[in-house]
T-cell receptor, first 116, second 114 residues
């Protein structure tokens, strides 16, 4: 069974600085998707960024980028120029490509605080 | 606006009183799913549906039922709620097309079972 591990329960960053959130996963599959979701205090689950395993190029979305290391099964999220609105829980998630269940496997989350 | 909606957003009920949480999406997505979120456990899938009239169990289906009679709606039914079903529930949908597997989440329903 696939598992997702986020080893940092809490992180803190100064406004305008850069922070990296870690995520590792375990799978025997070669084709899959990886996601980072943000959950602010409103509890809404918001997609931040996604990565297809077959793509070697790391995904980027404005201030958010990932470092995808397939061999190491590592998928970290880098937030540049951190803003107060980035404060939230961040969840790393895995999904098999083409799997009938379409099940997202989530890590337990990292709580990010942003200091003004 | 493309969105997934859930109702109610907050619910307090008592053990054994049947309840339904509705979920609706306006994006014509084929795939819909229910998750529950509990402290320290992340999100876990309850049930999912690949299309109309096609549903199947996720990882934690005990105590729940679902139906998919229309493409846009996927209600979650608790026939006899118990306190261990107190949780935050999310509905999600996806186009379920090649390379478009991203799941979009509803706003969540916070349920307290006394």
């Amino acid at each position: 069974a696939q598992t997702v591990t986020q080893s940092q329960p809490e992180m803190s960053v100064q406004e305008a600085e850069t922070v990296t959130l870690s995520c590792t996963y375990d799978t025997s599959e070669s084709d899959y998707y990886l996601f980072w979701y943000k959950q602010p205090p409103s509890r809404q689950m918001i997609l931040v960024i996604r990565q297809e395993a077959y793509k070697q190029q790391n995904a980027t979305e404005n201030r958010f980028s990932v470092n995808f290391q397939k061999a190491a099964k590592s998928f970290s999220l880098k937030i540049s120029d951190s803003q107060l609105g980035d404060a939230a829980m961040y969840f790393c998630a895995y999904m098999n490509y083409g799997g009938s269940q379409g099940n997202l496997i989530f890590g337990k989350g990292t709580k990010l605080s942003v200091k003004p | 606006e493309a969105q997934v909606t859930q109702n109610p957003r907050y619910l307090i009920t008592v053990t054994g009183k049947k309840l339904t949480v509705t979920c609706s999406q306006n994006m014509n997505h084929e795939y819909m799913s229910w998750y529950r979120q509990d402290p320290g456990l992340g999100l876990r899938q309850i049930y999912y549906s690949m299309n109309v009239e096609v549903t199947d169990k996720g990882d934690v289906p005990e105590g729940y039922k679902v139906s998919r009679k229309e493409k846009r709606n996927f209600p979650l039914i608790l026939e006899s709620p118990s306190p261990n079903q107190t949780s935050l529930y999310f509905c999600a949908s996806s186009p379920r097309m090649l390379y478009q597997e991203t799941q979009y989440f509803g706003p969540g329903t916070r349920l307290l079972v006394l």
